[in-house]
């Protein structure tokens, strides 16, 4: 018996879209409704989408082996917490690497050394189109001053790194972008050890 290839599968699974219209849309929402049909033929209708931009979000370390927190309102929860740096990629940005460049000089004032992209991974894949791309910035340094919206009023925190913990962070993705930046400091602690250890018991490198 021949088995179905991973294609065939998704096509006995995946909903067909019958029509969509837009409940709202404007600056700051976009909200569709979509008329739906399951492979069993079961309607499902309306099944509302957000539709957003791609987000990103930068765990952000300076000079110094301080953490860049922001703290903010956030009025979905109604409450004013730590998060780390980020917002929605905009048109004018090539890519996610220019988003969390831009968005980190504009929310914090520093710039980074280097930018490691981490990965992303979708916002909410039941209603939502966007995805959450997740950096690592080393070295950041102060460049320019704060470009806030005019709704915005963000307070920088500088966090030894040594002493942050990710629960520290009650935003989810935020916390996830945490956790892989952590988890990959550690790797890279990891795989330099052997090398500084051979170096403390041979010669002293040259100037």
């Excluded at 979509?34 to 539709?51: A, F, K, N, R």
């Excluded at 690497?97 to 000089?105: D, K, V």
């Excluded at 952590?182 to 052997?194: F, S």
Aim: aromatic share 10%; proline share 6%.
């Amino acid at each position: 018996m021949a088995t179905s290839s991973y294609t065939d599968i998704d096509n006995q699974l995946a909903w067909s879209i019958n029509s969509s219209k837009y409940v709202i849309r404007d600056s700051w929402i976009s909200l569709r409704a979509d008329t739906c049909q399951t492979p069993d033929g079961v309607s499902v209708s309306p099944y509302y989408i957000l539709e957003y931009p791609d987000w990103v979000s930068i765990f952000a370390i300076d000079t110094n082996n301080n953490l860049l927190l922001t703290r903010e309102y956030h009025h979905g929860a109604g409450l004013v917490a730590l998060g780390l740096p980020g917002g929605a990629q905009e048109e004018r940005d090539s890519d996610a690497t220019a988003g969390a460049i831009r968005e980190l000089r504009e929310e914090t004032g520093f710039k980074p050394g280097q930018l490691i992209n981490l990965g992303w991974v979708w916002t909410n894949w039941g209603n939502h189109t966007n995805r959450i791309y997740s950096f690592l910035a080393t070295n950041c340094t102060p460049s320019d001053p704060q470009k806030l919206d005019p709704s915005e009023a963000i307070r920088v925190k500088q966090v030894p790194l040594n002493t942050f913990r990710s629960e520290h962070l009650e935003q989810g993705y935020h916390r996830l972008n945490a956790m892989m930046a952590l988890e990959y400091l550690q790797r890279e602690r990891e795989a330099n050890a052997p090398v500084q250890a051979k170096r403390h018991r041979g010669s002293p490198e040259p100037l």
